[in-house]
């Protein structure tokens, strides 16, 4: 009994026209996971970009909300407080303040 050999792909006789057609659908499909493939690549590439620029946003607006929170922590000490309300006549109290007693 002798072996059946299957196709030798090295004669490259196996790529007929009919092959080729038969296998159309296929090599169409192919074609089509071969186009997904590059736009989910192009599309992850583009939401890294958005992303990076978004990080760099948040880290300069971070930046500015500690500038900001240092400056309004800086004008509300009673010292600089009592400084900017000498401009409208308002002055500090020295006194002890009164005790009001409810019975």
Same mark, same amino acid.
């Given at each position: 009994?002798?072996?059946?050999?299957?196709?030798? %792909?090295?004669?490259?006789?196996?790529?007929? =026209?009919? @092959?080729?057609? /038969?296998?159309?659908?296929?090599?169409?499909?192919?074609?089509?996971? @071969?186009?997904? %493939?590059? @736009?989910?690549?192009?599309?992850?590439?583009?939401?890294?970009?958005?992303?990076?620029?978004?990080?760099? $946003?948040?880290? $300069?607006?971070?930046?500015? %909300?500690?500038?900001?929170? =240092?400056?309004?922590?800086?004008? =509300?000490?009673?010292?600089?407080? @009592?400084?900017?309300?000498?401009?409208?006549?308002?002055?500090?109290?020295?006194? /002890?303040?009164?005790?009001?007693?409810?019975?």
């Amino acid at each position: 009994m002798a072996k059946k050999q299957g196709p030798k %792909y090295t004669d490259f006789n196996f790529l007929t =026209s009919e @092959a080729v057609l /038969k296998n159309l659908p296929f090599i169409a499909f192919l074609g089509f996971l @071969a186009m997904i %493939y590059i @736009a989910n690549a192009r599309l992850a590439e583009r939401n890294v970009r958005h992303i990076q620029i978004l990080q760099r $946003e948040l880290k $300069e607006m971070r930046w500015m %909300y500690m500038a900001l929170k =240092s400056e309004n922590m800086y004008n =509300s000490m009673q010292s600089e407080v @009592a400084e900017n309300v000498k401009e409208i006549g308002l002055q500090e109290n020295r006194r /002890k303040p009164k005790i009001i007693k409810v019975d």
